[in-house]
């Protein structure tokens, strides 16, 4: 599987134009700080994954009863 597979459709999707973003530029501190800021966004995607799949699985319980 190509890398290329997971990236959004849309030009104008915000993961599209990260992936799409020069890196050369950046000094190894701003590479540690782009870093920092995604694992950040990881960690919120994660837990909102948790969240969901939490709410789902007590919905599913309260009409089990």
Known sequence: MDM???VPKSANDPLAL???QDLDPL???ELHERIALLE???NRTRAKIDLSVNHKASAEALFRK
């Open 27 to 29: 000094s190894v501190a």
């Open 4 to 6: 290329d597979d997971n």
């Open 40 to 42: 950040g966004e990881i």
């Open 18 to 20: 990260l992936l799409k």
